[in-house]
């Protein structure tokens, strides 16, 4: 777990996947795709992103305030950089933290980029690339804070999926949304066993806040 800011001691940044899930275990609804990243009734996962439940307000405060760089995948990168995605009421964190740096997994860079002003790094090479650029500028804005800062996986669900199958995560934060979907992405999909230690659980009005350490 993390060491501290102060006294000298070195950085230890975490790699973490946070990500919503319903109690089916889906990250999307059915028929996820553009104009409906988040499939058919997806929209019930985050809805504790928005809600105004003071525990609600400061799991997503935490979690967004530990990130000094964030991984996500090319179809995620096309949902909130498209023409209904992020902007200064939506962006990451909702407006509960600054900007940190920004790392997607493509197989090529886009033509243009719509949130310009973020600090966007495409990396064509793979995921666990992609990490290991997203440890480099955490580390760095560690340095700059004083303070430990992690890498967060924000998604989507295949990415997350592929990291955990990897070995590259260290903590997994779910937010268990009280909801079934039926179908859509799956979060697990069967091909790895994982030995996870519980390290909190805070249940609100909207969902399960769920944290585990991973055990190597």
């Given at each position: 777990?993390?060491?501290g800011g102060g006294g000298g001691l070195p950085c230890m940044t975490r790699i973490i996947a946070d990500i919503s899930v319903s109690l089916d275990g889906f990250v999307t609804g059915p028929d996820p795709g553009p104009g409906n990243g988040l499939g058919t009734g997806g929209e019930a996962l985050h809805r504790w992103a928005f809600s105004e439940d003071a525990d609600d307000r400061r799991v997503l405060g935490e979690g967004t305030?530990?990130?000094?760089?964030?991984?996500?995948g090319r179809r995620l990168f096309d949902q909130v950089d498209g023409p209904?995605?992020?902007?200064?009421?939506?962006?990451y964190g909702?407006?509960?933290?600054?900007?940190?740096?920004?790392?997607?997994?493509?197989?090529?860079?886009?033509?243009?980029?719509?949130?310009?002003?973020?600090?966007?790094?495409?990396?064509?090479?793979g995921l666990s690339d992609a990490v290991a650029a997203a440890r480099e500028r955490a580390e760095a804005a560690?340095?700059?804070?004083?303070k430990d800062l992690d890498v967060v996986l924000m998604g989507?669900?295949?990415?997350?999926?592929?990291?955990?199958?990897?070995?590259?995560?260290?903590v997994l934060a779910l937010h268990l949304a009280p909801v079934v979907l039926g179908s859509g992405t799956l979060l697990?999909?069967?091909?790895?066993?994982?030995?996870?230690?519980?390290?909190?659980v805070l249940a609100t009005s909207t969902a399960t806040h769920l944290t585990y350490d991973i055990a190597r």
């Open positions: 777990m993390s060491s305030a530990r990130s000094g760089a964030v991984v996500l209904g995605g992020w902007d200064d009421r939506t962006g909702a407006g509960e933290v600054g900007k940190p740096a920004f790392v997607v997994v493509t197989s090529a860079p886009p033509e243009s980029v719509r949130t310009a002003d973020l600090d966007w790094t495409f990396v064509t090479t560690s340095a700059a804070a004083g989507g669900g295949a990415t997350i999926g592929s990291a955990l199958e990897a070995g590259l995560v260290d697990f999909t069967g091909g790895a066993r994982y030995t996870l230690v519980q390290r909190s």
